[in-house]
């Protein structure tokens, strides 16, 4: 895991515990001070590869922590 997904997935779970509904990829960015969506975006599908993360398709604020 990278440094960049390893801040997303403690965002993420302190995020949800905190709003009881996960983060936009805006917020997400925020957090972690990406100016990139891509770097994001890139950072979050390699969490779901590595069944960190559940994302349900269709859906905004889709990213579950597993």
Known sequence: MTR???????FTKNYIKKNELPPTY???MA???S???CAVGYAVDRLEEEQ???RI???SR???PV
Not at 4 to 10: H, Y
Request: charged share 35%.
């Open 26 to 28: 805006k917020e997400i």
């Open 57 to 59: 398709p269709g859906r």
């Open 35 to 37: 100016k990139s969506r």
């Open 52 to 54: 960190l993360i559940k």
């Open 62 to 64: 889709n990213i579950w």
């Open 4 to 10: 960049l997904g390893l801040k997303i997935l403690k």
């Open 31 to 33: 957090a972690v001070e």
